[in-house]
């Protein structure tokens, strides 16, 4: 499994990063997004979504848990499962996104670990440095799929 790392200098930054992942991304591809609140997470699929050619608006989906943006090259389910903390996401039909057609994000994905697929690819974004903007974003890829995927879109780099 291995770990690659990148540095974003702000926003802008960061989504050019996730924009440059979506060339990469195929149906069914998972990816956890971790970080504390204000990391970078919402912002990072914002750049995802722009890869895949979402023109909708992003937003957060800390209190509908799951939004769906459905115009792109592929579907993007973007999840955010805090929520979850207590109950666990067995009751929403989770493994239908993650073995569809489009590409499923999900925050916070440590309260719902036996909801996941064994392979995906985990992203956390961190701060970096003095400036508030600044993030280390970390990869890890779990499994061979991510491995490959990885070794792509670090081989364009």
Sequence with gaps: MKLNRLYANDESETKQVAQEL???LEPGD???LE????????????????GLGIKKVIKSP?????REYLDGRLPLY?????????????DLGLEEYFEGEGVSIVEWAKFI??????????????????????????FHAVGERYAQLLN???EDK
């Design 22 to 24: 979506a060339k990469f």
């Design 35 to 50: 970080g504390n609140l204000g990391a970078g997470k919402t912002t990072f699929t914002k750049g995802l979504a722009i």
């Design 62 to 66: 800390t209190y509908t848990i799951i």
């Design 78 to 90: 973007h999840m955010d499962v805090y929520r979850l903390e207590e109950t666990g996401g067995t």
């Design 30 to 32: 998972l990816i956890l």
């Design 113 to 138: 670990p036996e909801d996941l697929p064994t392979d995906y690819l985990q992203i956390k974004l961190q701060p970096a440095g003095q400036d508030l903007m600044e993030r280390e974003i970390l």
């Design 152 to 154: 792509l879109f670090f």
